[in-house]
Nanobody
Framework: QVQLVESGGGLVQAGGSLRLSCVVS????????VNWYRQAPGKQRESVAT???????NYADALKGRFSISIDNGKNTAYLQMNNLEPEDAAIYSC??????????????WGQGTWVTVSS
């Protein structure tokens, strides 16, 4: 079965950088689209960035210029490079992917998330 695992979160000072990874596994599969979301405590989940397997990327307007999404189809892995982090960026960051498999066709899957904490 398809599984998504995020990693790379942690504690960083304001102005620092982190690189998150999202590894998709589960045998024979094809990634169609990868999305990064984040949710701060007490707030609604929001979209951060999205990328297709062809590399076409889009970002939330407020984050464009600081965050960069990429994909490595050979490794079935997507990345989120986060620069100039601010305390307001602190949240759990989750990976969502639309993935095709022979058994289930195209479906959306979620990872467990990785925490990002930014100190001022």
């Amino acid at each position: 079965q398809v599984q998504l695992v995020e990693s790379g979160g942690g504690l960083v000072q304001a102005g620092g950088s982190l690189r998150l990874s999202c590894v998709v596994s589960g045998g024979m599969l094809r990634i169609n689209v990868v999305n990064w979301y984040r949710q701060a405590p007490g707030k609604q989940r929001e979209s951060v960035a999205t990328i297709t397997n062809r590399g076409a990327a889009n970002y939330a307007d407020a984050l464009k210029g600081r965050f960069s999404i990429s994909i490595d189809n050979g490794k079935n892995t997507a990345y989120l490079q986060m620069n100039n982090l601010e305390p307001e960026d602190a949240a759990i960051y989750s990976c969502n992917a639309n993935v095709w498999t022979p058994a289930r066709g195209s479906q959306n899957y979620w990872g467990q998330g990785t925490w990002v904490t930014v100190s001022s």
